[in-house]
Antibody
C-alpha cells in the first residue's frame, strides 16, 4: 500500500520560503505525477501544482512565480518550495499521487502538514 | 481556470437516507471529474474517478454520474462513517480545481 508523509517546519516567517518534503513508501516514485494541494483553515482545497519523475512540472498560475517543485527518485521523495510567503499561505499542505491512468485522479494522499506563516 | 460549483454547501441527513450532491463546471470537462471524501485531520480519500468509476475498496453505496458540465455523487444509504465533507475535482485542464465542498451532517 502506497503511503505518503509530509514533513517540514510548522512555522515560517513572512517573506521567507516554505519548504516541505513528501516521503513515499510502499511503492516506487517513478512513472507517476506527484502533486501538492493546500487547504487554508475554513476554506476549500487548492491545487498548487504537480511534478513528474521526468522533471515535468505544472504550477497553478496564481502561484507559479513563487513555486518550485522537485523530485528525488533515489530517495523516493518530492519537495515543495514556496517563496516570499505571507499569512495567506497559512494552510494544511497535502502531498498526493495521481493515478497512472489518463484521468489523473489523486489516488493517494498524505495526512497533511499544517504550516503557519507568522513572525 | 475552470470553476467548480457544488451544491448544496451543506446538508443534514440521517442514517439510511439517500443523499445526492451535485457539481457543475464552468465549461465542459468530459468525464474528467473525481469525487473525494474528507474527514477532519485525515487524508482525503478518492471515491469516484472519471465521473462514474468506483475506486477500488470503496463501498458500492457510492455512485457517480454525469458528463460535460453536470455531475452527481449519490450515497444510496447513508452510513455513520459517511458523515464528512465531499469535494469534486476536475482534471480536464490545468490548474486542476476543486469544488468548495459539501458537508454532510447529521
Amino acid at each position: 500500500q502506497v503511503q505518503l508523509q509530509e514533513s517540514g517546519p510548522g512555522l515560517v516567517k513572512p517573506s521567507e520560503t516554505l519548504s516541505l518534503t513528501c516521503s513515499v513508501s510502499g511503492g516506487s516514485i517513478s512513472d507517476f505525477y506527484w502533486a501538492w494541494i493546500r487547504q487554508p483553515a475554513g476554506k476549500g482545497l487548492e491545487c498548487i501544482g504537480r511534478v513528474s519523475t521526468t522533471g515535468s512540472t505544472n504550477y497553478n498560475p496564481s502561484l507559479t512565480s513563487r513555486v518550485t517543485m522537485s523530485i528525488n527518485t533515489s530517495k523516493n521523495l518530492f519537495s515543495l518550495n514556496l517563496r516570499s510567503v505571507t499569512a495567506a499561505d497559512t494552510a494544511v499542505y497535502y502531498c498526493a499521487r495521481e493515478s497512472d491512468s489518463d484521468w489523473h485522479a489523486l489516488e493517494y494522499w498524505g495526512q497533511g502538514a499544517l504550516v503557519t506563516v507568522s513572525s | 481556470d475552470i470553476q467548480m460549483t457544488q451544491s448544496p454547501s451543506s446538508l443534514s441527513a440521517s442514517v439510511g437516507d439517500r443523499v445526492t450532491i451535485t457539481c457543475r463546471s464552468s465549461q465542459s470537462i468530459s468525464r474528467y471529474l473525481h469525487w473525494y471524501q474528507h474527514k477532519a485531520g485525515k487524508a482525503p480519500k478518492l471515491l469516484i474517478y472519471a465521473a462514474s468509476s468506483l475506486q477500488s475498496g470503496i463501498p458500492s453505496r457510492f455512485s457517480g454520474g454525469g458528463s460535460g458540465t453536470d455531475f452527481t455523487l449519490t450515497i444510496s444509504s447513508l452510513q455513520p462513517e459517511d458523515f464528512a465533507t465531499y469535494y469534486c475535482q476536475q482534471s480536464y485542464s490545468a490548474p486542476q480545481t476543486f469544488g468548495q465542498g459539501t458537508k454532510v451532517e447529521i
